[in-house]
């Protein structure tokens, strides 16, 4: 079994390149299979849900290659169905994106039910509304679902509740639908925009992403182009954070400053001092931190992705502070594991409340997701002693290499590999 070893190092110090964001490359990789001509992404991370979409995209005819370049080459034109093994869907929570994007292609999707995080309850009822509006019928079994039409058509959709992944699956169907789409309270995420820019660079007429109307008028045909993803904010926002935990300067180059506002606005409050120059971010602490209040929500807001690292840092900041998640009042997953290094966190109602200025210790902890082991490494920079973090795939989902990366800025970081007691340390690491 694999673990990452982490010791209590102060003063981070260096720059890192952030590299195209997780969450916008899912998209964009779907995107990519409804053009009638071959597609290159530059920017498209070498993460675990990739690969996963590459084996997806192999079994249907589509064929996906990193070239010697780095750029992603997508041909589509061989694909063959779109029935897609349920157990590879699992893996990643974005792979109901292969329905809107191949549903006027193919006339029917097969695919098992979304997986990845689990915070207990993630929905798809806004992207069972909208496919329907558009002349979509759905049939539903234990392991996987079916998703049917014969044509699409364009339609009014008014989404209950605001959801990035709804808005982008139904701006994909939306695309090859017949007349025009308008989505309504739509959500506003970069990673929204950025699919809708590249989908107008293969023909698409699509106006207002990033904002919450979208007007799509429906194309019979896409084609080809080059296009490269924007640069991971939660990314960023997690080293710059990592600044505030050890007391040292951070700077994170290859970034959209605007689309972490809410991110910078909170850590200056926190105490943390932010500079931006161009496309790079200064974050550098002299340890004078401030309690403070946090709640969730969508972009422009502050992201719910972002809370578990952040909870890291106010551990450190002295006074009460608090965290309230409205996007996902389950995702606290990480504060039982703060409590394992000592952490003084009382949780009630998708609320924490911190006691900061408690010591850390190191300990034996577990990762449920990828943002909540993001906060447990941070933690551990911080601890007396050493942390060893279980269920790294997580970190896999989301990072190219996140042992080197911080190991360059000085962290005291490594990834340790034994078959020895292997199950007995997970068994301790989850309870």
Request: hydrophobic fraction near 40%; charged fraction near 25%; proline fraction near 3%.
């Amino acid at each position: 079994m694999k673990w990452i070893q982490v010791e209590r190092t102060s003063g981070l110090n260096g720059t890192v390149k952030i590299p195209g964001s997780k969450n916008s490359s899912l998209a964009l990789l779907a995107a990519s299979c409804m053009s009638d001509e071959p597609v290159r992404l530059a920017g498209i991370p070498e993460i675990a849900d990739f690969k996963v979409i590459c084996e997806i995209a192999e079994d249907i005819g589509i064929r996906i290659v990193r070239e010697f370049s780095g750029e992603v080459y997508i041909d589509p034109s061989g694909v063959r169905s779109a029935s897609i093994d349920p157990d590879k869907a699992s893996r990643f929570r974005t792979s109901y994106y292969f329905v809107g994007a191949l549903l006027a292609k193919c006339g029917k999707v097969i695919v098992g039910y979304p997986g990845g995080d689990d915070f207990v309850k993630r929905p798809i009822d806004q992207h069972i509304k909208a496919l329907k509006a558009l002349g979509a019928k759905f049939t539903f079994h234990k392991e996987y679902y079916e998703v049917e039409a014969r044509e699409l058509t364009g339609s009014n959709i008014y989404f209950d509740v605001i959801t990035s992944g709804a808005t982008i699956n139904a701006m994909l169907a939306a695309v090859r639908a017949k007349g025009q789409t308008v989505l309504r309270n739509a959500a506003k995420d970069p990673e929204i925009v950025d699919t809708a820019n590249l989908l107008n660079h293969m023909g698409a007429k699509i106006s207002g992403a990033g904002t919450d109307t979208i007007r799509i008028e429906g194309v019979r045909s896409l084609r080809g182009c080059t296009y490269t993803a924007i640069p991971d904010r939660l990314i960023a926002g997690a080293f710059l954070i990592s600044a505030g935990v050890t007391g040292g300067i951070i700077t994170v180059e290859d970034v959209i400053p605007e689309h972490l506002g809410s991110c910078l606005a909170k850590l200056k409050e926190i105490g943390v001092d932010i500079e931006i120059h161009g496309n790079a971010i200064t974050a550098s602490s002299a340890g004078a931190l401030k309690a403070t209040r946090v709640r969730t929500s969508m972009y422009p807001g502050f992201a719910t992705d972002l809370q578990q690292p952040l909870t890291a840092l106010l551990t450190q900041a002295p006074g009460r502070s608090i965290v309230s998640d409205k996007v996902y009042p389950n995702r606290f997953n990480h504060v039982y594991q703060l409590r394992r290094m000592g952490a003084d966190i009382e949780l009630r109602s998708g609320t924490a409340f911190i006691k900061g200025g408690a010591p850390l210790r190191g300990n034996l902890v577990h990762a449920t997701d990828i943002r909540a082991g993001i906060c447990l490494l941070l933690a551990g920079l911080a601890a007396d002693g050493k942390t060893s973090i279980t269920g790294i795939h997580h970190f896999e989902r989301g990072y190219e290499n996140i042992v080197q990366e911080f190991r360059s800025l000085g962290a005291r970081i490594e990834e340790m590999d034994s078959s020895e007691d292997s199950m007995e340390m997970l068994h301790v690491a989850e309870k």
